[in-house]
């Protein structure tokens, strides 16, 4: 028979109203919450990154394959080159990567009744995923390809619908300006979809057209674009997979350039969201910590002719730590059990009711985004459990220093 932890469920079982009772009460309400806001802290976080990462991805692929530039964030080549079937296999075939397609850049003026705006066309063809998803939602209609000539089509932003006091439907005029050429340019574009991300940087700077209207306007061949995009199955693999290509199927001029590169001050911003998150779970851990271990300074302290009678009896002081150990760690995962049962709870109503909104314009998303996976709360229960059980050692210490004698008298 473990006696200590009999002992120690004796302990949790006694109806008798004491002062300590009431601190456990309320070290448990303590690693209740501190273990929420861990786990809310953590999905909210990690929403927040993925969330972002995608609408990048989405519009921009995880790679993107062009010639040298030195400048990466302006996405425009000075010169196009021809597209390559054999690379677009090659690059199709690596494990890793889910698609690939050729696109064309070219900076314009979009001219309405109203207002103008500038804006890169950014040219795509008919393999072109148009599917809406959670990061950038297209809606209306996509580009008509089969068109003989080239479709005379654009899909714009939301933003800049608004901007342009138009709808889908109607037409734009957009004005082509090269510096080669001594007038602009124009053509009459019907808007025949639009798309929204909530990120300035895309929503404000970029519309689809057929890639096909960018090669007659700039008065290149065919085949000519001004790079690939690649999409990955994990972002994370991003720089590996790109060296790897680069490596076996491109030739000088050709590089590759993912969007870190692209957008640096976005993803190192992201970057930044992991220090506030370690210092939320750093700070919750401790004030889960300091409350237990207090509670169970206060609970050894009203027991303490109880020790001393243990003590007499001849109990050793290692057994006797663990009694108050054992009902340490069951007030413990009490804590924790419900913390965790309110922060998945919380995590998983803001999830599916977006019930806590956000400026559009200043976080890139309308809602408060969650991404919580089930090893997060794993983590943060063993971590909380295995750190607070690791500090309320020093507590029970105290039973060591606990004279029998004076034990016995105390009251």
Same mark, same amino acid.
């Given at each position: ?30 690693? *209740? ?65 889910? *698609? ?9 003026? /979009? ?46 932003? =939301?933003?800049? &619908? ?19 050429? =001594? ?10 979809? *639009? ?74 911003? /992201?970057? $930044? ?22 509670? /169970?300074?206060?609970?050894? @302290? =009203? ?14 002081? *290692?057994? @006797?730590?663990?009694?108050? $150990? ?58 909380? &459990? ?26």
């Amino acid at each position: 028979m473990n006696l200590p932890f009999f002992i120690a469920k004796r302990l949790a079982s006694s109806k008798s109203a004491t002062f300590s009772k009431f601190i456990i009460r309320l070290a448990t309400v303590a690693t *209740s919450l501190s273990v929420a806001v861990m786990i809310i802290a953590v999905a909210v976080v990690f929403g927040f990154k993925e969330t972002v990462k995608d609408k990048l991805f989405v519009f921009l692929g995880n790679v993107q394959i062009a010639p040298f530039n030195p400048n990466p964030t302006t996405i425009i080549t000075p010169e196009p080159f021809d597209l390559d079937e054999k690379i677009i296999k090659q690059v199709k075939s690596e494990p890793g990567v889910v *698609s690939i397609f050729p696109f064309a850049v070219k900076p314009a003026i /979009l001219n309405s009744p109203v207002t103008m705006q500038g804006i890169k066309l950014k040219g795509v063809d008919h393999t072109y995923n148009w599917q809406s998803t959670d990061a950038i939602n297209f809606t209306g209609a996509v580009i008509d390809y089969k068109k003989p000539d080239y479709s005379a089509e654009i899909v714009v932003s =939301e933003t800049v &619908l608004n901007k342009l006091q138009q709808k889908i439907g109607d037409t734009l005029v957009a004005m082509f300006i090269d510096p080669q050429q =001594e007038f602009p340019r124009m053509r009459k574009l019907k808007i025949v979809g *639009s798309y929204h991300s909530g990120m300035e940087e895309v929503d404000d700077r970029f519309a689809f057209c057929d890639i096909r209207l960018l090669r007659r306007i700039s008065n290149w061949g065919d085949k000519s674009i001004n790079g690939y995009q690649v999409a990955l199955k994990d972002y994370t693999q991003a720089d590996t997979i790109a060296n790897r290509i680069y490596q076996k199927y491109l030739q000088p001029p050709m590089d590759r350039t993912t969007t870190q590169e692209v957008y640096p001050n976005i993803f190192n911003w /992201l970057e $930044l969201m992991n220090t506030n998150a370690y210092i939320i779970l750093a700070i919750m851990a401790i004030v889960a910590v300091i409350n237990m271990s207090t509670a /169970l300074l206060i609970f050894i @302290m =009203e027991r303490t002719n109880m020790v001393g009678t243990l003590k007499a009896l001849g109990m050793p002081t *290692s057994e @006797m730590q663990k009694i108050f $150990l054992y009902h340490a760690t069951k007030v413990a995962l009490k804590g924790i059990l419900i913390g965790t049962a309110i922060g998945v709870g919380f995590c998983v109503f803001q999830y599916y009711t977006h019930a806590i909104g956000l400026d559009e314009g200043t976080y890139y998303m309308q809602y408060v985004p969650i991404k919580l996976a089930a090893w997060h709360v794993i983590l943060i229960d063993i971590a909380t &459990l295995a750190f607070g059980m690791l500090v309320m050692l020093i507590p029970s210490l105290m039973v060591r220093t606990i004279n029998i004698v004076k034990a016995l008298r105390f009251k």
